[in-house]
């Protein structure tokens, strides 16, 4: 029996970069219109870290779910996902340096050895760096499929980092963050149990393949999707 079909992946990609655009244009009405509570920057704080920290999610629950529906066109959309919690970990980051710190550097590293949630938090954005700076396909290119998806792997630590700090930082109920760690393990169990690739008709490492055409994160050219 044919599967039914699935859908666009365009479709997809675009259906998710509107609904990335939510929370921003949701908090940038909020600004505009005063309807961000008593403590706007906290508002802006708190939403920003937690649609980062989502989408990070997101973007490692590609692999596991691509692996139980098959579904190219899910791990075309990673990438996107993994550039908007970028672009939400830019505008958390961005929110404490002006809104908080007001670019008091002296003030920011004094803040940071009175909570050192803060240095996991700097910590976690340091890792996103050159995971959003390679994503394009060029670097992909650049890099080959095995090393760009070996330093892809960073984005688990990344995850883990974005979890400490978060955790860190709550001072009584646990419970969500305690939650993002219990799902960072069941991702991190179910990338560990990848099985191993069938075995299809031997090839000679020696003989070349031929390129194919480059799609970033896709099984194309990264192997199975996986990071
Ligand atoms: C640029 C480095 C970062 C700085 C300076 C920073 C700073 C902060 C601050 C000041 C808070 C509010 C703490 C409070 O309520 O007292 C916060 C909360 C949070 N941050 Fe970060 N952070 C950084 C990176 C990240 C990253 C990379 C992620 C996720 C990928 C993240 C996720 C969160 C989350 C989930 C919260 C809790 C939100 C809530 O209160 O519900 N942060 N961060």
Not at 89 to 94: K, M, R, V
Request: aromatic content about 8%.
């Amino acid at each position: 029996m044919t599967p039914p079909p699935s859908p666009r992946p365009h479709r997809l990609r675009t259906a998710l970069f509107l609904l990335g655009l939510i929370p921003a244009l949701r908090l940038a009405v909020g600004v505009r219109t005063g309807g961000l509570g008593a403590d706007p920057v906290a508002t802006i704080t708190a939403t920003t870290g937690l649609w980062s920290l989502n989408l990070l999610f997101a973007s490692l629950a590609i692999t596991p779910l691509h692996r139980l529906t098959g579904w190219h066109g899910l791990v075309r959309a990673r990438r996107m996902l993994g550039l908007f919690a970028f672009f939400y970990a830019c505008l958390h980051g961005a929110a404490y340096l002006v809104f908080e710190q007001f670019f008091d550097w002296a003030g920011m590293l004094a803040d940071i050895a009175k909570r050192p949630f803060l240095a996991a938090g700097g910590l976690g954005f340091a890792l996103m760096l050159p995971l959003a700076a390679t994503s394009t396909d060029g670097m992909v290119r650049r890099l080959g499929g095995r090393s760009w998806r070996r330093l892809h792997r960073l984005a688990y630590l990344c995850a883990l980092v974005a979890v400490l700090h978060y955790l860190w930082l709550v001072k009584r109920d646990i419970t969500l963050p305690g939650l993002y760690a219990l799902a960072l393990c069941a991702l991190l169990a179910a990338r560990m149990a990848r099985p191993r690739r069938s075995h299809g008709p031997a090839r000679s490492r020696s003989i070349p393949r031929k390129p194919a055409p480059l799609h970033i994160g896709t099984d194309e050219n990264t192997g199975q999707g996986d990071q």
